[in-house]
């Protein structure tokens, strides 16, 4: 009897880590839309517009790779 209770009582903690490493995981994984949404796309914007400029005055580019 004693036995059954372990394997029980593991199965749950396993679901119970389970399910907060997945609300955790979620979390994490709207934090990084939104992170992207708001600041490396204006970066990129940013970026193009130096590049702009710069290829205007004949400086060269910069944020390119050859």
């Known amino acids: 009897m004693a ?3 372990n394997i029980l009582i593991a199965f749950l903690s396993l679901g119970a880590v389970g399910a907060i490493g997945y609300y955790y995981l979620h ?3 709207q934090d990084m839309d939104t ?3 708001e600041r ?3 970066i990129s914007l940013i970026i193009e517009s130096r590049s702009t400029r710069m290829n205007r005055e004949g400086t060269g580019t910069v944020g390119t790779r050859a």
Do not use: D
């Open 40 to 42: 490396l796309i204006p």
């Open 3 to 5: 036995k059954q209770e």
């Open 27 to 29: 979390n994490a994984s």
């Open 35 to 37: 992170m992207y949404a």
